[in-house]
């Protein structure tokens, strides 16, 4: 398989850790890319018509995304434990997924606003929209917080990688200061090998 990301991305983060858990990570070719909404990126194009990363690509030569499809599917590739579980706790996992999803789409646009827009087009109100979904996301985070412990699932998966992210683009945030929960689950994970050797670059 291949996979087609970014070191920064969060998303292919997601993949990139949940391949090391399942111990799927020595199956994948990882394929390094650059992508912007502003530019083309013909490669990713030609695979994903959104132009967005992570893409995978199966044995079969099927392209997949995006990277929840991708989770998904490589969780049936493997023996161990389901990290997506198949009983009624399923929902709840997908529904923190589903959160941390979203927290880390609202950090990648605010991102994209600062990082892609010549500052007279930047939109303060957009700014300030984008990091008010975080702030909720990461509010209801810590309110369910203790769903973020026992054996490692999708839900940890996304919630460190999207905690991750902050570190990285939103430090300023100082995201620690109002969720000690949440502090103390990303300080564990983030010592995991899978965390450690897909850190943001
Ligand atoms: N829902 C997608 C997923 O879960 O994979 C989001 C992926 C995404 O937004 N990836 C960013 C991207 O490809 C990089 S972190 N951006 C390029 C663009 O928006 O055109």
């Not at 589903?98 to 087009?121: F, H, N, S, T, W």
């Not at 940890?156 to 570190?167: E, K, M, P, R, S």
Request: glycine share 4%.
């Amino acid at each position: 398989m291949q996979l087609i990301y970014a070191a920064a991305s969060p998303f292919a983060r997601k993949v990139r850790v949940l391949a090391a858990e399942t111990g799927l990570l020595e199956r994948i070719e990882l394929l390094d890319t650059a992508v912007l909404p502003t530019t083309l990126n013909e490669r990713v194009n030609a695979l994903n018509p959104l132009g967005k990363i992570p893409v995978l690509l199966t044995d079969d030569s099927e392209a997949l995304y995006d990277s929840r499809v991708i989770c998904e599917y490589l969780d049936t590739l493997h023996d161990g434990p389901r990290l997506l579980p198949q009983d009624a706790a399923r929902w709840s996992v997908l529904r923190l997924v589903a959160l941390a999803d979203g927290l880390m789409d609202a950090a990648v646009l605010a991102r994209y606003e600062k990082a892609a827009r010549q500052p007279e087009q930047q939109s303060q109100a957009w700014l300030d929209g984008q990091l008010g979904k975080v702030k909720r996301a990461l509010a209801e985070l810590e309110r369910q917080a203790e769903r973020l412990q026992g054996p490692v699932d999708m839900a940890q998966i996304g919630v460190a990688c999207a905690l991750g992210y902050l570190d990285f683009r939103f430090a300023d945030l100082d995201w620690r200061a109002a969720h000690p929960r949440l502090a103390a689950f990303q300080q564990a994970f983030a010592q995991r090998a899978s965390m450690r050797s897909s850190a943001p670059v």
